[in-house]
């Protein structure tokens, strides 16, 4: 069976996603990467975490259905867009086709009056969090969206305001 790739967002791991799999079949179809790990030592950013997933996602075989929420919707995205040919089916939870710089710089803000400690539960320290962030601030994948041919759902909560202007735009 193809496997089914359930990607995290920057402020959780990969075991946010335990109760999701519990209500799902075929459980040893499923692949939940931890997006740390997949740097494997290289420095935190976008560029080489998306070169990590690429290389992820073409281990997990020729046909995956990828669910990503927030960061790890970007990444879906993403690799749809660049592999179109591997990608059956693509989930985009809270995700935002281009990056909202006022919400990010704000974001940042209050990230840095955060104690180191706060960032043990997320995706990465509180220095690769920003060093991820620095490189992601100018992604915008308005004009690629057409490009898509997998089915896509999208999902956003109504009071996800961050998001829920992106999952319109991306519908």
Known sequence: MQKRILIHGSGYKAASWKETISYLNHREDILCPELANLLNGREAS???????????????????????????????????????????????????????????????VVFRFLPKSMFTSMAFDKKDTFALGNTMKDLDFSGRLGEIQCPTLILCGEKDSANLKSAHFLT
């Open 46 to 108: 976008y560029s080489n975490l998306r070169t990590a997933f690429a290389e992820y996602c073409t281990h997990a075989g020729e046909s995956i259905h990828l669910c990503g929420l927030s960061l790890g919707g970007i990444l879906a995205l993403d690799h749809a867009l660049e592999h179109p040919e591997q990608v059956e089916t693509l989930v985009l939870i809270g995700t935002p086709h281009k990056v909202p710089k006022a919400a990010f710089a704000l974001q940042n």
